[in-house]
């Protein structure tokens, strides 16, 4: 099981090999089972909860391999043609338009799908011939077929414990692919990221994993997510900015973790159990 840490998703270019590594610091050997696959041109699945960093993980291991990265965010409303492209009217010329996929396709970019299985069924299908040893992307709007550029890479992440069936990735996807599961880190090594990724002192960092952690022993309390490393971590950056422990904890955690009335105010009971000192 590997850790995994922080934030965000962008789309389009990612890091290179002329900018400093991403932050992430390995557990497991989940970095040497990223490198391997990708050099025999294997595509990857992510596996793990929302939060504790598989984007990171991704932009670190492009970093490593001096490879563009394009992300992309998947969403109910994706479509084959935002992945592959569409013609658009420019200028009073219709012109066709790559979109990120086939963009990482043609220049040898590694494409990370961000949360896959929400985008639909009909749309990741296109998916197969390229995570397949054939690495080819058929356009059919232009009646070609391309083979992917050397340097091309296919990683796919998902959230299995939070997907409903109907939200699961298929088996068809999921056999052309080389899985690597993640989880959240053991404490002492989730205590250094938040103490580094939000610049506060060990003893702040170490309060607020407790606190996660003891979110993440509830049996269920109508949370639909536990805490994550990322909502630590922005707790963190809040304290940083000189806020009272408690108060970025109900706004970084509680509040966002939850809508529900009762369960809001039973974090809050939380908060006042696990950072008291902080009152």
């Given at each position: 099981?590997?850790?995994?840490?922080?934030?965000?998703?962008?789309?389009?270019?990612?890091?290179?090999?002329?900018?400093?590594?991403?932050?992430?610091?390995?557990?497991?050997?989940?970095?040497?089972?990223?490198?391997?696959?990708?050099?025999?041109?294997?595509?990857?699945?992510?596996?793990?909860?929302?939060?504790?960093?598989?984007?990171?993980?991704?932009?670190?291991?492009?970093?490593?391999?001096?490879?563009?990265?394009?992300?992309?965010?998947?969403?109910?409303?994706?479509?084959?043609?935002?992945?592959?492209?569409?013609?658009?009217?420019?200028?009073?010329?219709?012109?066709?338009?790559?979109?990120?996929?086939?963009?990482?396709?043609?220049?040898?970019?590694?494409?990370?799908?961000?949360?896959?299985?929400?985008?639909?069924?009909?749309?990741?299908?296109?998916?197969?011939?390229?995570?397949?040893?054939?690495?080819?992307?058929?356009?059919?709007?232009?009646?070609?077929?391309?083979?992917?550029?050397?340097?091309?890479?296919?990683?796919?992440?998902?959230?299995?414990?939070?997907?409903?069936?109907?939200?699961?990735?298929?088996?068809?996807?999921?056999?052309?692919?080389?899985?690597?599961?993640?989880?959240?880190?053991?404490?002492?090594?989730?205590?250094?990221?938040?103490?580094?990724?939000?610049?506060?002192?060990?003893?702040?960092?170490?309060?607020?994993?407790?606190?996660?952690?003891?979110?993440?022993?509830?049996?269920?309390?109508?949370?639909?997510?536990v805490a994550s490393t990322r909502v630590l971590i922005a707790a963190g950056r809040l304290v940083a900015e000189g806020l009272p422990m408690y108060v970025a904890a109900e706004a970084a955690i509680a509040g966002t973790l939850t809508d529900d009335v009762a369960v809001n105010r039973s974090l809050k009971e939380m908060i006042g159990v696990y950072l008291t000192s902080h009152d």
């Open positions: 099981m590997a850790d995994e840490h922080t934030l965000a998703h962008q789309n389009g270019a990612g890091p290179t090999a002329g900018t400093g590594r991403p932050f992430y610091q390995a557990v497991g050997n989940e970095e040497a089972v990223f490198k391997a696959a990708y050099r025999q041109g294997l595509s990857l699945v992510l596996k793990g909860p929302t939060g504790c960093g598989k984007t990171r993980f991704v932009e670190a291991m492009a970093h490593d391999l001096g490879r563009p990265l394009i992300t992309v965010a998947c969403h109910d409303d994706l479509t084959t043609a935002d992945l592959v492209g569409r013609y658009l009217l420019r200028g009073g010329e219709t012109v066709w338009v790559d979109g990120p996929l086939t963009r990482a396709v043609r220049e040898g970019a590694i494409c990370y799908l961000d949360e896959v299985v929400e985008a639909r069924q009909d749309t990741t299908v296109v998916l197969h011939p390229l995570a397949d040893y054939r690495r080819q992307l058929p356009i059919e709007r232009l009646g070609e077929t391309l083979n992917a550029a050397p340097g091309f890479g296919l990683v796919v992440s998902y959230n299995p414990g939070y997907q409903s069936v109907l939200k699961d990735l298929k088996d068809s996807t999921r056999q052309r692919m080389v899985a690597i599961e993640f989880g959240f880190p053991a404490p002492e090594v989730e205590e250094g990221i938040v103490a580094h990724e939000a610049g506060v002192d060990a003893d702040t960092a170490a309060e607020l994993v407790r606190f996660g952690q003891a979110i993440r022993r509830l049996e269920s309390g109508g949370l639909r997510e």
